[in-house]
């Protein structure tokens, strides 16, 4: 008889800017989620850069995780993801592999391929736009190479990095990602919060193609999850996240909106359908949503992580959301 297993819950935070808040504010908010969801007991808890978008303030994503991480002790930082198009692989091991110096066993890399903004911040961040862009598969190997033994002769190193074998994941939305995870034997996590419609045809297509590596022997999926939780009214908070995607589909992002009571008084039928295919991948309700919810998602995709997302414009209330989700773990089990 297979005994169940707790399967891990983490945290992916976009460090929320909320309307008539600063950067600063945002960034005492993550840390002090972190803490708490180190008490709570979460695996990990990622950040995600962006650039040019005034509701977000993790674009300097290696720079914030090291003001987490000195105000955490155990859980597990990392990103989630750090764009590495908009980098060079030898300025990104270096700054994990300092990471990794200071916070030895900690630190995870996640990579996606997406820019993680608009055509002209691209452009600002010195991204090449040429014919031939997909550098990416090249750029992993390499980043992968820096945090490997130094070889003899080796004529360029990170340091610090070198030898660290800070572990890499990769991200995406789509089937490329996963595709690369399986050939480089990596761990794959799928951002369906924001991007469902690939899920259940990249699972397969990463378990059924991994290759063991160095790094991981059998493939490990994590997929990433909207979770609104409250006691009451988690439909009312959930709006906040609403507004923000309405507003980033009519071309103008801004600071994370307060709630309303009303959603369908500020969105066309257009807009509805948009958003709500975007973020049909979102658990919003009590704790026994809460914990329904994530049974069925681990029931139809054999995770062996979720990653919890939850945009939510007040504070306490956002901590609350994440304690509730933390409450049900032991009932996420696989077995």
């Known amino acids: 008889m297979t005994e169940n297993t707790a399967v891990p819950l983490s945290v992916l935070d976009l460090s929320p800017i909320p309307q008539g ?78 990471l990794e110096s200071l916070y030895s066993g900690r630190i995870d890399l996640g990579l996606g391929r997406a820019p993680g903004t608009d055509q002209r911040t691209m452009m600002a961040l010195r991204r090449h736009l040429s014919g031939d862009v997909d550098t990416f598969p090249r750029d992993v190997l390499e980043l992968q190479n820096y945090f490997c033994d130094a070889q003899p002769g080796q004529p ?16 995406g939305s789509s089937l490329y990602s996963a595709q690369l995870a399986a050939q480089l034997g990596l761990p794959f996590a799928f ?3 924001f991007a469902p419609d690939m899920l259940f045809q990249a699972l397969q297509l990463y378990r059924e193609n991994f290759k063991p590596s160095k790094q ?6 994590m997929v990433c999850v909207n979770v609104i939780a409250a006691d009451r009214d988690a439909r009312f908070l959930f709006s906040s996240m609403q507004q923000q995607f309405i507003n980033l589909r009519r071309g103008s992002p801004g600071p994370l909106p307060p709630p309303v009571d009303n959603i369908h008084a500020l969105w ?14 979102s658990i919003v309700g009590d ?17 062996d992580e979720i990653m919890v997302n939850g945009q939510i414009f007040d504070h306490q209330a956002r901590l609350r959301s994440f304690e509730i989700v933390a409450g049900v773990k032991g009932d996420v089990v696989k077995g």
């Not at 066309?268 to 991948?281: C, P």
């Not at 704790?287 to 995770?303: F, I, N, P, S, Y």
């Open 191 to 193: 951002a369906s919060h």
């Open 287 to 303: 704790e026994k949503t809460v914990r329904h919810g994530l049974q069925t998602l681990l029931r139809e995709t054999d995770a």
């Open 216 to 221: 991981l022997a059998q493939p490990h999926a």
């Open 21 to 98: 808040a600063k950067a600063r504010d945002a960034f005492h908010c993550s840390l002090d989620l972190a803490q708490h969801a180190e008490r709570w007991g979460y695996r990990r808890y990622w950040l995600a850069e962006h650039h040019n978008m005034t509701g977000i303030g993790s674009a300097a994503t290696s720079v914030l995780l090291g003001y987490l991480a000195a105000g955490t002790q155990s859980i597990r930082l990392g990103s989630g993801g750090v764009m590495l198009p908009n980098h060079a692989p030898l300025v990104i091991a270096e700054q994990f592999g300092t």
């Open 156 to 171: 360029v190193q990170a340091v610090p990095g070198q030898g660290l074998h800070v572990p890499l994941w990769l991200l």
């Open 268 to 281: 066309t039928a257009g807009e509805q359908y948009g958003v709500e295919q975007a973020l049909r991948m």
